[in-house]
T-cell receptor, first 110, second 115 residues
């Protein structure tokens, strides 16, 4: 399974876009990129996932580079409730494994 | 996610005691998982099950056992609890989707303290 690298922490002003980067330089062709977040020891919450194309849902947008070696999760208008640890996970098609790293601790500032 | 419930939510026990953590889901998923999380770290997989008759060890299964009583229920047991099993425990469910996608949905967690 491909490994991911995320910055340990980031700050973002309330109302601004939060852009969370993730490097996955060893990703292979059938591996998906998933994003989860964990708010203060609650269960991880699914945000979004993608394979090649950019994706958008009601929570966020996922931008995957053309070579698929990195991605960015975008929270378009961050609120205080978005303060959480964000995990970028690369998971291969047909495998159950979710490998959680230590994630990025995002703090949204008032 | 309210579709995945865990009981108890908090538990304090003593070294050597046997305890059981329970997970139930109403999502109709076949696959269920147990993870543990230690402070400041990501989640690590303990056991997983792809259907009622299937049980598999994850990366840290020593000291744990599981039971899949039904499609909707997956229990984790600590046969003889020890202090380094103090952690947050999460249950998750998923289904393998067309195209190989598999989104896991997590329960609210059980906070376990072993004295």
């Amino acid at each position: 399974d491909a490994k991911t690298t995320q910055p340990p922490s980031m700050d973002c002003a309330e109302g601004r876009a939060a852009n969370l980067p993730c490097n996955h330089s060893t990703i292979s062709g059938n591996e998906y990129v998933y994003w989860y977040r964990q708010i203060h020891s609650q269960g991880p919450q699914y945000i979004i996932h993608g394979l090649k194309n950019n994706e958008t849902n009601e929570m966020a947008s996922l931008i995957i580079t053309e070579d698929r070696k990195s991605s960015t999760l975008i929270l378009p208008h961050a609120t205080l409730r978005d303060t959480a640890v964000y995990y970028c996970i690369v998971r291969g098609s047909g495998t159950y494994k979710y490998i959680f790293g230590t994630g990025t601790r995002l703090k949204v500032l008032a | 996610d309210a579709d995945v419930t865990q009981t108890p939510r908090n538990r304090i026990t003593k070294t050597g005691k046997r305890i059981m953590l329970e997970c139930s889901q109403t999502k109709g998923h076949d696959r269920m998982y147990w993870y543990r999380q230690d402070p400041g770290l990501g989640l690590r997989l303990i056991y997983y099950s792809f259907d009622v008759k299937d049980i598999n060890k994850g990366e840290i299964s020593d000291g744990y056992s599981v039971s899949r009583q039904a499609q909707a229920k997956f229990s984790l047991s600590l046969e003889s609890a020890i202090p380094n099993q103090t952690a947050l425990y999460f249950c998750a469910t998923s289904d393998l989707e067309f195209g190989g996608e598999e989104t896991q949905y997590f329960g609210p967690g059980t906070r376990l303290l072993v004295l």
